[in-house]
């Protein structure tokens, strides 16, 4: 089994940076994939950023990309998400997810940490 925990989040105000964290444990061998998304109130979860467990090759919605990266620390069995330039309207819950073999889709999930961005 994987479990995954996030954190870093916080509040923070409009043009500044976080970062976070999500750390794996379990049987962390079987992700391919780990992927961040974000959910605000009233709105559809969104994908934001996957990166290969292992390998190269990271992919970013259009909403983000040039101002957020994913990176992954396999020692630590931890995926981090740089945001920068942060804006109010990135405010939501962050989650992470693994997709773990033998399934195709992103089936393991963090509970969340809220990022508050004030103007």
């Known amino acids: 089994q994987v479990q995954l925990v996030e954190s870093g989040g916080g509040l923070v105000q409009a043009g500044g940076s976080l970062r976070l964290s999500c750390a794996a444990s379990g049987r962390t061998g079987c992700i391919q994939f780990v992927g961040w998304f974000r959910q605000a109130p009233g709105k559809e979860r969104e994908f934001i950023a996957t990166?290969?467990?292992?390998?190269?090759?990271?992919v970013y919605s259009d909403s983000v990309k040039g101002r957020f990266t994913i990176t992954r620390d396999n020692a630590k069995n931890t995926v981090y998400l740089q945001m920068n330039s942060l804006q109010p309207e990135d405010t939501a819950v962050y989650y992470c997810?693994?997709?773990?073999?033998?399934?195709?889709?992103?089936?393991?999930w963090g509970q969340g940490t809220q990022v508050t961005v004030s103007s």
């Open positions: 997810a693994a997709q773990v073999s033998p399934a195709y889709d992103y089936n393991r």
């Open positions: 990166i290969r467990w292992s390998g190269s090759g990271t």
